[in-house]
């Protein structure tokens, strides 16, 4: 085996440790890291929480013996970060070790690191060695990516259609507010587990005033994502799930006399946040910065067919997660149309699931 399949080797294994940080780590990216010494791997950790030790401070601290450190290799799915934020730099930590041999899948998009990590382990003697694996490291942290790269959130669509094109049946004023299941409970458990991988969830009016949602993780394990919801007049009911205080929730709102008129009866809702954005320059972009600035990397939109429709006609999407029921409506609300590369394929129960990629954003 040559060093490039060893390196190649090692660096998968960092890939795989730092999937464990899936969920946990936002907004920061998921990080693993694998010290070996002659050919045997002494120490591995990944990044696990936000704001706690980095992946290579874990791995450092899992060798037992620190002197074999200064003959080893550290193999890290991206590149060490060389500034103080919630924790040292582990640049400083990785030369106090004296570990002579680094190497990085991808360097960190984010203006406070990008390249600096790399320049200042060279400058102090380590061998770097940069690109094993990069595509897949890429693709792994694609949501931070995104966002250091686009300064937006990583935006992910999510629906359900019938066999005939439909995801919503013709609703009467009678009918009760409730979801109208397309897939089965595997599905549904699915997407819980979706949302507990995002930092937010975002529906329009019509998907509170029809469904009734709640946006949390009940059926999965993990943390429920920021809820955003999209009401320019302000005509949502106070007594909706979206607003019982469970968890932070963002509330887009226009700057007009009836959305005015109704703000003091949402004040003393609990873990509520009002925002007023023009919406007559387009409410996508607006959303987008201002997720952004409160540090969300990333967004699963769950709404209808309007609010779908308005981030695919502005192009403000990354990747489209399409359920396929088995069920006919033969009438009803159509499902949002969009060009998308195909990805994969996968079928649970007797739903499908497509998923395509934005190909200008890849």
């Not at 509330?251 to 023009?278: Q, Y």
């Not at 429709?309 to 990747?319: A, M, P, R």
Request: glycine share 8%.
């Amino acid at each position: 085996m040559d060093n490039s399949e060893i390196h190649r080797m090692y660096m998968q294994r960092c890939l795989e440790l730092a999937l464990n940080g899936m969920g946990n780590v936002a907004p920061n990216p998921m990080v693993g890291a694998v010290i070996v010494r002659n050919n045997q791997i002494i120490g591995e950790g990944y990044h696990a929480h936000y704001g706690e030790a980095h992946a290579e401070v874990n791995a450092i601290n899992s060798v037992k013996d620190k002197a074999l450190l200064k003959d080893s290799t550290i193999y890290v799915s991206l590149e060490p970060c060389s500034h103080y934020g919630k924790t040292p730099p582990c640049t400083d930590r990785i030369i106090e070790q004296g570990i002579p041999n680094v190497v990085v899948a991808t360097t960190d998009p984010n203006p406070k690191v990008s390249g600096r990590g790399i320049e200042i382990l060279r400058q102090n003697g380590c061998n770097v060695t940069v690109g094993v694996l990069e595509d897949e490291a890429k693709e792994l942290n694609r949501r931070f990516i995104t966002y250091h790269t686009k300064k937006r959130p990583y935006v992910i669509l999510k629906w359900a259609q019938t066999i005939d094109g439909f995801i919503d049946a013709v609703r009467q004023p009678t009918d009760p507010v409730e979801p109208l299941w397309i897939t089965n409970e595997h599905a549904r458990t699915l997407v819980h587990r979706w949302r507990s991988e995002e930092q937010a969830v975002l529906v329009g009016t019509n998907t509170v005033e029809r469904d009734n949602p709640r946006l949390n993780v009940r059926n999965w394990c993990g943390r429920s994502p920021v809820r955003v919801v999209v009401d320019r007049k302000l005509r949502l009911s106070t007594d909706s799930h979206i607003f019982d205080g469970s968890q932070p929730t963002l509330l887009f709102v226009g700057n007009n006399s009836s959305s005015l008129a109704r703000k003091s009866e949402f004040a003393g809702i609990a873990n509520l946040e009002m925002i007023t954005i023009d919406f007559v320059k387009g409410i996508e972009a607006q959303i987008l910065k201002e997720l952004a600035i409160r540090d969300i990397v990333s967004v699963i939109i769950e709404g209808g067919a309007t609010i779908l429709g308005s981030f695919i006609q502005k192009n403000l999407w990354d990747e489209a997660r399409v359920f396929v029921g088995s069920k006919f409506f033969g009438d009803g609300v159509k499902a949002p149309l969009f060009k998308g590369a195909y990805s994969t394929f996968d079928e649970i129960g007797d739903s499908k699931l497509f998923v395509y990629r934005n190909e200008e954003s890849i």
